[in-house]
């Protein structure tokens, strides 16, 4: 963690609780959460599939009741010209204490040809951000920073940084005026180096049908997953909020995201179950053929056993009694489940947990085979 990030995060954290709490229960309705920014945050109709923004997807994250998403983020604009248009005055009309500003700019500011646009990010960039801040806070609300949101732009299997002066600008503002930060540009670009190349244009606005290949906007799968970025990183600053959640937010990936799998003493696997079915009869007793699916019996340190198995016609698995926990779920078929002396009527979308020290048999019914997954530990204790 950097010197910025660990002044930051204990900071932010009092800057939003400092506007939380019993106060804001006095105001009437939610909080709202006012989102300042650009495309990459605006809000798209289904015309424009399938692009879709993060602040369009953010009040899929929060309750209702608690929290209210007003999105005011407009395509192509800047921290400057989102002003100059006079975009901040809807929002400073509104805003009151208690509610919450998100401010992301960047990706228009860099654009150097465009004067009504460009911001130079040493000065001109966080100058800009800071009418955001005070307006945030002359009206008791929070203001948090947001760094602008990676850019899809691979160069030769490296993930290069597109906004690097701007994403260190707002860094550097956040920790001199004391402004909570979500550095969305560090998590997204985590998020997208361990994607991949391939992988990661799932996530943006790619229609190769339609000759589209959007490096900058996203899919609705990923709009979604960054504005989890943006929630997550929200409660880590401010744990409370996580009461007001409604979805989890263990998404996104670490730095260390890749050299983790290059470390990997096992690595994963993806396999087909036509490689491994083994013709077999009744388990424990039990009458007829049937086929077993021993899924990964070989990989090294797994902690459960996953197995399928198909009990052809006639076929059963035999009366015994347990000594571990074991989970049978019908994908298909139908079947006749004994469980402690109690016979079930099984189908698929059936599910049996049998705990130790119960007795369990299953027998295939009908002409359709029954086709069970099974799942237990792989050793007892």
């Not at 401010?103 to 500011?109: M, R």
């Not at 040493?122 to 806070?137: F, G, T």
């Not at 990989?299 to 989970?327: C, S, T």
Request: proline share 6%.
């Amino acid at each position: 963690m950097s010197l910025i990030h660990a002044f930051i995060r204990p900071l932010g954290l009092a800057l939003l609780l400092a506007c939380a709490g019993t106060a804001i229960a006095a105001e009437a309705g939610p909080r709202r959460v006012f989102v300042a920014s650009d495309s990459t945050a605006a809000e798209y109709g289904p015309e424009r599939a399938p692009r879709q923004g993060w602040g369009q997807q953010l009040q899929g994250f929060l309750d209702p009741v608690a929290f209210e998403v007003r999105n005011h983020a407009a395509g192509g604009r800047s921290a400057r010209s989102f002003i100059e248009e006079g975009r901040l005055e809807p929002i400073a009309r509104e805003l009151r204490k208690g509610d919450v500003l998100l401010v992301q700019f960047g990706h228009n500011d860099a654009k150097y040809e465009d004067p009504r646009r460009y911001n130079e990010p040493a000065q001109a960039y966080p100058q800009w951000l800071m009418r955001y801040v005070a307006l945030a806070r002359e009206r008791g609300a929070t203001p948090v920073l947001v760094t602008p949101v990676t850019r899809r732009v691979w160069d030769f299997g490296s993930l290069l940084d597109t906004h690097a002066r701007y994403t260190d600008a707002v860094r550097a503002l956040a920790a001199r005026e004391r402004v909570a930060l979500i550095d969305l540009n560090a998590s997204s670009t985590d998020w997208i180096r361990a994607l991949g190349d391939e992988a990661s244009k799932a996530y943006y606005a790619h229609v190769p049908e339609r000759g589209v290949a959007d490096d900058t906007h996203f899919s609705a799968a990923g709009a979604t997953l960054v504005a989890c970025l943006v929630v997550r990183d929200w409660k880590a600053l401010d744990p409370s909020l996580s009461a007001h959640v409604v979805r989890d937010t263990d998404c996104g990936a670490p730095a260390s995201a890749r050299a983790d799998q290059a470390a990997q003493a096992n690595p994963s696997q993806v396999v087909h179950e036509a490689d491994f079915a083994r013709p077999q009869p009744g388990p424990h007793g039990g009458a007829g053929t049937t086929t077993a699916f021993p899924l990964f019996a070989d990989a090294p340190g797994l902690g459960f056993v996953l197995r399928k198995r198909v009990l052809h016609k006639g076929a059963g698995i035999g009366l015994h009694q347990h000594h571990k926990d074991e989970i049978y779920y019908v994908l298909s078929g139908r079947g006749r489940y004994v469980l402690d002396g109690q016979v079930h009527e099984v189908s698929a979308g059936h599910a049996m947990l049998t705990r130790p020290g119960s007795t369990h048999a299953i027998e295939q019914q009908g002409d359709e085979d029954l086709v069970l997954l099974i799942a237990y530990p792989a050793s007892t204790r």
